[in-house]
């Protein structure tokens, strides 16, 4: 039996206790066996928006990874010097790791915006998704029937093969991480305490975005 793997991608700048906790959330319930984290190395939709290096960032995620033995870091995706494109890269993962079945998990705020995906239709063939079901972020549970109705068939077709998982409210962003860094604040439950060390070691977020 292939052993399943359950990809969340993201900046990760940084990592924080709300991305362990939905990796905690979709191994439960998905009865996965592992949750990789795989940062991406050139976001295509944070091009025009400043990041921290990429060895940054896959730093703080393995020192992160180290609370849980099913948590790993991918980093398939800077052997890339393109946009980091999901469906390109789990073309690649499955290539490098055929004895694996994975699982792509996605935010529910980002729940809507799937159908515009970068070549959805052929990812949506050859991973499943398992979206994380936020109290604060399931708009779409909640929008109206013509709402719905607007949608296109496929489109439809598309959310439907999402199996949601459910996820506690936690109000915690990378962007507040770096807001706390810059107003000289402790990030004590916001992002594990290595992490914590590992910025203030390098001094990283004190100066704005």
Known sequence: ?????????????????GHLVAADQVLFYNQLDEVWFMPAYLPPHKTDQPIMP???RVAMLELAAELKPEYKVCTIESERET??????????LQKQYPEFYFSFIIGA??????????RINELIEIVDFIG???ISCDEWRKESESAQAQLATDERSILSRVRMTPMPQLEISSSLIREYVRDGRGLSFLVPDAVEKYIKEYQLYVEAD
């Open 109 to 118: 705020d980002i729940f809507s915006t799937l159908t515009k995906w970068h």
């Open 54 to 56: 990429y060895q940054h």
């Open 83 to 92: 946009p980091s494109y999901t469906y390109e890269t789990m073309i690649e």
């Open 1 to 17: 039996m292939k052993k399943r793997v359950g990809i969340i991608g993201g900046t990760f700048d940084p990592v924080h206790m």
């Open 132 to 134: 994380l079901d936020r």
